[in-house]
C-alpha cells in the first residue's frame, strides 16, 4: 500500500476553502475527495476507507461537530481520524467540544501550509500502519506472532515519529519519550531524561507558565498547543508547541499525562522578525511613528496615573532638500542615518527616539520634572548637530529645529501634544535657524 491507494476526505460548503485545501495537499501523493456538507460526507464515508477526514465546523444545516459524531456511528468512520479547520470557532469551549466529538486535532485558518502537510502525511504513514496490521492480524488472528508483530509495528511509528511523544506523571517524571523528543532536547538517551526527577521544571523552567500548563490540563483535562521556552540540556531555550492529556489508567491507578511537542522556534523567530519590521524604521533602525504612538500613549497613561508629567519633541532637519538635490537621494538616506546615531547618543535609555517621516524625529521625555530639563535636552540635540557629517567623504552640514510640548499643560493626548510640538517647531523656525521653542513660548534660541 502507498500514498496513492489512500483518500482524504474535505468537507466545506465553501468552494474556495475546497479549492485551497485541494491544492495544498496536491503534492503529497493521495486521492482527494471533497463533499459541500455533512449529509454528503456521511454517504462518502459510507462507500469509501478514508485516511483522514478533514472537517470545517460551520455549515449550513449539519454543523461539523455534528457530522463528526454522524461519522463515529459508522462502521467506516469510527477510526478514521478527523481533523477540525475553522476560522471562527477558536475559543477554549468549541476546541474541548471538537476533541469531545473524537477529533484529533484542530486547526485555525490561515492554516500553515507546512504545519498542515506534515499532519496530514504523519495521518498517512500511521494509516498505512493500521492497514498493514490489520491485514497481518487477520490473515494471523489466531497466532501470537501477529500480536507480537502489532506491537512492533506500533512501537516503530512511536520511534519513527518527528514529533516528540511522551508520558509521563503529573508531577513531572518522564516514564517513556521517543527518540525525537530525546533529540529535540539534546540528551544522550530515552534513559537519561527519564531518569531526572521532575523533567517537566528542567523543560519548562519558567514557573509561571508551568503553573498556567497544569491549571488548564486539571481544568480541561487536554492542552492543545501550548507555546513556552522550553530549554535543552546545554541550556538553550527554544520555542515548543505541546498537546497533551490526562489519562486514567484502566486499572484507575494514578493519572498520567501523555502528549506531543513540536519545536516551533523557527516560527516564533519569523513571527518577532515580522513584529520587528512592523515597528522598526528600516532606513534607521529606530523606533517608527507607529511604534512611537504606542509608547506615547503608554507614557501617558502613566503620567496621568502618577501625577507626573512628559514632554514631547518635534525635530526637523534644516537644508535637508538641498543636500537630496546637491547629492542624491543615496547620500540623505546616509545622512538620516548619522543623524539619528547621533541623537540617539544624546537621549537617556527610559526615553524614545523615533523617525516620524522624512527628515523628521520625534523625541518622548518620560517623567520630567521642569521644563528646563525638557529644553536642555533639546539644547543638547541641536549641539549635537553642529559638527558636520561625513557623506561619501565629503563634509555635510545640516542645522536642526526643535519644538516641545508637554503633558499635561499642552495636551492630553497623543496626536494633540504632537500636533503642538509640530506648531512649536514651525514657530521656533520662522524666528531662528537652529532653535528650540516650547508650545506657549516658540522661538526660544538655542
Same mark, same amino acid.
Given at each position: 500500500? +502507498?500514498?496513492?491507494?489512500q483518500?482524504?476526505?474535505?468537507?466545506?460548503?465553501?468552494?474556495?476553502? #475546497?479549492? #485551497?485545501?485541494?491544492?495544498m495537499?496536491? &503534492?503529497? $501523493?493521495? =486521492?482527494i475527495?471533497?463533499?459541500?456538507?455533512? @449529509?454528503e460526507?456521511?454517504?462518502?464515508?459510507?462507500?469509501?476507507?478514508?485516511?483522514?477526514?478533514?472537517?470545517?465546523?460551520?455549515m449550513?444545516?449539519?454543523?461539523g461537530?455534528?457530522?463528526?459524531? !454522524?461519522?463515529?456511528?459508522?462502521?467506516r468512520g469510527?477510526?478514521?481520524?478527523?481533523?477540525?479547520?475553522?476560522?471562527?470557532?477558536?475559543?477554549?469551549?468549541?476546541?474541548?467540544q471538537?476533541?469531545?466529538?473524537?477529533?484529533?486535532?484542530?486547526?485555525?485558518?490561515?492554516?500553515?501550509?507546512?504545519?498542515?502537510?506534515?499532519?496530514?502525511?504523519?495521518?498517512?504513514?500511521?494509516?498505512?500502519q493500521k492497514?498493514?496490521?490489520?491485514?497481518?492480524?487477520?490473515?494471523?488472528?489466531?497466532?501470537?506472532?501477529? #500480536?507480537?508483530?502489532?506491537?512492533e509495528?506500533?512501537?516503530?511509528?512511536?520511534?519513527?515519529?518527528?514529533?516528540?511523544?511522551f508520558?509521563?506523571?503529573?508531577?513531572?517524571? @518522564? /516514564?517513556?519519550? +521517543?527518540?525525537?523528543?530525546?533529540?529535540?532536547?539534546?540528551?544522550?538517551?530515552?534513559?537519561?531524561?527519564?531518569?531526572?526527577?521532575?523533567?517537566?521544571?528542567?523543560?519548562?523552567?519558567?514557573? $509561571?507558565?508551568?503553573?498556567?500548563?497544569?491549571?488548564? /490540563?486539571?481544568?480541561?483535562?487536554?492542552?492543545?498547543?501550548?507555546?513556552? !521556552?522550553? *530549554?535543552?540540556?546545554?541550556?538553550?531555550?527554544?520555542?515548543?508547541?505541546?498537546?497533551?492529556?490526562l489519562?486514567?489508567? =484502566?486499572?484507575?491507578?494514578?493519572?498520567?499525562? %501523555?502528549?506531543? @511537542?513540536?519545536?516551533?522556534?523557527?516560527?516564533?523567530?519569523?513571527?518577532?522578525?515580522?513584529?520587528?519590521?512592523?515597528?522598526?524604521?528600516? /532606513?534607521t533602525?529606530?523606533?517608527?511613528?507607529?511604534?512611537?504612538f504606542?509608547?506615547?500613549?503608554?507614557?501617558?497613561?502613566? *503620567?496621568?496615573?502618577?501625577?507626573?508629567r512628559?514632554?514631547? @519633541?518635534?525635530?526637523?532637519?534644516?537644508?535637508?532638500k538641498?543636500?537630496?538635490? +546637491?547629492?542624491?537621494?543615496?547620500?540623505?538616506?546616509? #545622512?538620516?542615518?548619522?543623524?539619528?546615531?547621533?541623537?540617539?547618543?544624546?537621549?537617556?535609555?527610559?526615553?524614545?527616539?523615533?523617525?516620524?517621516?522624512?527628515?523628521?524625529?520625534g523625541?518622548?521625555?518620560?517623567?520630567?520634572?521642569?521644563? %528646563?530639563?525638557?529644553?536642555?535636552?533639546?539644547?543638547?540635540?541641536?549641539?549635537v548637530?553642529? &559638527?558636520?557629517?561625513?557623506?561619501?567623504g565629503?563634509?555635510?552640514?545640516?542645522? *536642526?529645529?526643535? $519644538?516641545?510640548?508637554?503633558?499635561?499643560?499642552?495636551?492630553?493626548?497623543?496626536?494633540? /501634544?504632537?500636533? !503642538?510640538?509640530? *506648531?512649536?517647531?514651525? $514657530?521656533?523656525?520662522?524666528?531662528?535657524?537652529?532653535?528650540?521653542?516650547?508650545y506657549?513660548?516658540?522661538?526660544?534660541?538655542?
Amino acid at each position: 500500500m +502507498n500514498c496513492k491507494n489512500q483518500k482524504v476526505l474535505i468537507v466545506d460548503d465553501s468552494q474556495t476553502n #475546497l479549492a #485551497l485545501l485541494d491544492h495544498m495537499l496536491g &503534492e503529497e $501523493g493521495c =486521492e482527494i475527495m471533497q463533499a459541500k456538507s455533512g @449529509l454528503e460526507a456521511l454517504e462518502m464515508v459510507r462507500n469509501n476507507d478514508f485516511a483522514l477526514i478533514l472537517l470545517d465546523i460551520q455549515m449550513p444545516g449539519m454543523n461539523g461537530y455534528d457530522t463528526a459524531l !454522524r461519522i463515529k456511528e459508522l462502521d467506516r468512520g469510527r477510526h478514521v481520524p478527523v481533523i477540525f479547520i475553522t476560522a471562527i470557532y477558536q475559543d477554549e469551549d468549541n476546541v474541548r467540544q471538537g476533541y469531545a466529538t473524537g477529533a484529533v486535532d484542530y486547526l485555525f485558518r490561515p492554516v500553515d501550509v507546512q504545519t498542515l502537510k506534515s499532519k496530514v502525511q504523519a495521518f498517512l504513514q500511521i494509516n498505512e500502519q493500521k492497514v498493514l496490521l490489520e491485514r497481518e492480524i487477520e490473515q494471523r488472528r489466531k497466532s501470537e506472532r501477529a #500480536l507480537r508483530l502489532a506491537e512492533e509495528k506500533y512501537r516503530s511509528i512511536f520511534e519513527r515519529a518527528v514529533e516528540g511523544i511522551f508520558q509521563s506523571t503529573l508531577d513531572g517524571c @518522564l /516514564l517513556e519519550v +521517543n527518540p525525537a523528543m530525546v533529540k529535540l532536547f539534546g540528551y544522550d538517551s530515552a534513559d537519561e531524561m527519564i531518569a531526572l526527577e521532575d523533567m517537566r521544571a528542567t523543560l519548562m523552567p519558567d514557573e $509561571g507558565e508551568r503553573e498556567r500548563y497544569l491549571e488548564i /490540563l486539571q481544568r480541561d483535562g487536554i492542552v492543545a498547543s501550548f507555546e513556552f !521556552r522550553a *530549554a535543552r540540556k546545554d541550556g538553550e531555550l527554544i520555542w515548543c508547541s505541546e498537546s497533551s492529556r490526562l489519562v486514567t489508567p =484502566e486499572d484507575g491507578g494514578v493519572q498520567l499525562i %501523555e502528549g506531543v @511537542l513540536e519545536d516551533i522556534s523557527k516560527r516564533k523567530r519569523t513571527e518577532m522578525e515580522l513584529q520587528h519590521l512592523a515597528t522598526m524604521d528600516s /532606513l534607521t533602525k529606530i523606533p517608527n511613528r507607529h511604534l512611537f504612538f504606542d509608547r506615547l500613549e503608554h507614557a501617558l497613561a502613566s *503620567a496621568k496615573r502618577y501625577g507626573t508629567r512628559s514632554a514631547v @519633541l518635534f525635530v526637523d532637519l534644516d537644508e535637508f532638500k538641498e543636500v537630496n538635490d +546637491n547629492h542624491g537621494h543615496q547620500a540623505g538616506d546616509e #545622512l538620516l542615518r548619522q543623524v539619528a546615531e547621533r541623537l540617539q547618543q544624546r537621549i537617556r535609555e527610559a526615553d524614545t527616539l523615533a523617525r516620524l517621516g522624512g527628515d523628521e524625529f520625534g523625541v518622548l521625555l518620560s517623567g520630567v520634572d521642569s521644563e %528646563e530639563g525638557a529644553l536642555t535636552v533639546a539644547r543638547n540635540l541641536l549641539e549635537v548637530m553642529k &559638527e558636520p557629517f561625513e557623506i561619501k567623504g565629503q563634509p555635510v552640514s545640516v542645522g *536642526a529645529t526643535i $519644538g516641545i510640548s508637554f503633558y499635561p499643560e499642552d495636551g492630553k493626548d497623543g496626536v494633540t /501634544l504632537i500636533s !503642538r510640538a509640530d *506648531a512649536a517647531m514651525y $514657530g521656533a523656525k520662522r524666528k531662528c535657524r537652529e532653535a528650540v521653542g516650547t508650545y506657549r513660548q516658540c522661538g526660544i534660541p538655542k
